[in-house]
């Protein structure tokens, strides 16, 4: 009678951890940044821009770090003003309807956006500076990336 017991107690025992799933792995501490900083990124924004100009801000600010942190680097003032400028654009790409205030809140945003990536961007490169710029120097090269700003 005290063996049936025990066996269930072992077994009550033993289970959790036979049945307990292998914890799955964690993604690199550089995505971890690059996620939060996108998340507040948007939160900040609340919604006045769309992904496009999301996406478009953060690579200013990627490329932008690259400029600062990378020798053989340097940013096309044109190149960066025509792309920024793509926050007075909707989502079709026509421009948006903005009086003084409005067009004044959306440099202000977008300004700040920028900041933002371009500080996460400084900080997600301080993790492997020579690997970070070998990518961008990739990146250039391989001339698939649209929208760049770097100086020819």
């Not at 971890?32 to 996108?38: G, N, W, Y």
């Given at each position: ?24 792995p ?5 995505v ?7 998340d ?7 919604g006045?821009?769309?992904e ?13 770090a ?21 926050i007075y ?5 026509k ?48 001339g ?9």
């Open positions: 009678m005290t063996i049936r017991p025990l066996l269930l107690l072992a077994a009550l025992i033993v289970a959790p951890s036979a049945v307990a799933q292998p914890k799955a964690s993604a690199p501490n550089i971890k940044m690059d996620l939060a900083a996108t507040a990124i948007r939160s900040m924004l609340d006045a821009f769309d496009g100009h999301v996406a478009m801000l953060q690579a200013l600010g990627h490329q932008q690259v400029a600062a942190t990378c020798s053989g680097f340097e940013i096309d003032p044109k190149a960066f003003a025509k792309e920024f400028d793509l654009d909707d989502q079709s790409g421009p948006r309807a903005l009086d003084a205030g409005q067009r004044a809140e959306v440099e202000r945003k977008a300004t700040l956006a920028l900041g933002m990536a371009f500080g996460a961007q400084v900080a997600i490169s301080a993790n492997d500076h020579s690997a970070f710029c070998e990518a961008a120097t990739q990146e250039r090269a391989s698939k990336a649209a929208n760049l700003i770097w100086a020819k």
